[in-house]
Nanobody
């Protein structure tokens, strides 16, 4: 089992920055990849960024050049640095962890970008 706890969301003006954190506990040695997803009201959950055990990253086109995903050497915490935020980035952001057989989700953290 893996437990995920996100933090760092909040309200920010357009053009501002936020950093999200996700701390993993439990069977973290089983984690192959971690990532961030988001879900805006009335929309489906979508991928924002992922990072695998080799530190290779993947980003949604809508956030490339603005968001950066990283993880600690212990690989138990993943971060999402969000710069140049836009109102369309407003959503609940969820942390995800993948093991060989399971997918785990955090409870989500709200990010609101005002225009």
């Amino acid at each position: 089992q893996v437990q995920l706890v996100e933090s760092g969301g909040g309200l920010v003006q357009a053009g501002g920055s936020l950093r999200l954190s996700c701390a993993a506990t439990g069977s973290i040695f089983r984690i192959n990849a971690m990532g961030w997803y988001r879900q805006a009201p009335g929309k489906q959950r979508e991928l924002v960024a992922t990072i695998n055990s080799g530190s290779s990253t993947n980003y949604a086109d809508s956030v490339k050049g603005r968001f950066t995903i990283s993880r600690t050497n212990a690989k138990n915490t993943v971060y999402l640095q969000m710069n140049s935020l836009k109102p369309e980035d407003t959503a609940v952001y969820y942390c995800n962890a993948l093991t060989g057989i399971s997918s785990y989700w955090g409870q989500g953290t709200q990010v609101t970008v005002s225009s």
